[in-house]
């Protein structure tokens, strides 16, 4: 394994007989990508959490928002959800009550069953109002019929 006095080094190796990698191979890379890139799509449609509400359907535009509103989920048992945590009437306005404190300029978006009594519904967005939270609104699906 010496090495002939005849034979071209053409830059392949150094003075201490190692070989240099002029290339990387960038194939594992790519593959360990792809997979990752796999599990995030198959992962991402579970990830959504939420409250299961049949919302009323009408043709609105959607409203500007200036930062992520706090959605208020009413549930076809009428028990009350803020931000995906489950309160009764009384820790529901208490909750109001504290986030208007918080931040004076918040916005609250109102998630009713289609199923709900409209006075149901519009005691709670009393119940919203009272607390000082000014920017009040109903979220409602889109209507596919027109």
């Not at 918080?102 to 609250?108: A, F, T």
């Not at 998630?111 to 009040?136: C, H, L, S, T, W």
């Amino acid at each position: 394994m010496g090495m002939n006095p005849n034979q071209h080094n053409n830059g392949n190796r150094h003075s201490g007989g190692r070989t240099s990698l002029s290339e990387i191979n960038v194939t594992p890379f790519v593959d360990v990508m792809l997979v990752l890139l796999i599990v995030f799509m198959v992962s991402a449609p579970l990830m959504q959490q939420g409250i299961e509400v049949n919302l009323p359907k009408a043709n609105t535009g959607s409203l500007p928002q200036s930062e992520d509103p706090v959605v208020l989920s009413i549930r076809g048992d009428q028990s009350i959800h803020i931000d995906d945590k489950a309160y009764n009437v009384d820790t529901a306005r208490a909750r109001l009550n504290a986030l208007s404190v918080g931040k004076p300029n918040i916005q609250v978006v109102v998630q009713a069953d289609e199923k709900i009594p409209y006075g149901f519904v519009a005691k709670i967005m009393a119940m919203v109002k009272k607390a000082r939270i000014n920017r009040v609104g109903l979220m409602t699906a889109p209507d596919m019929t027109e």
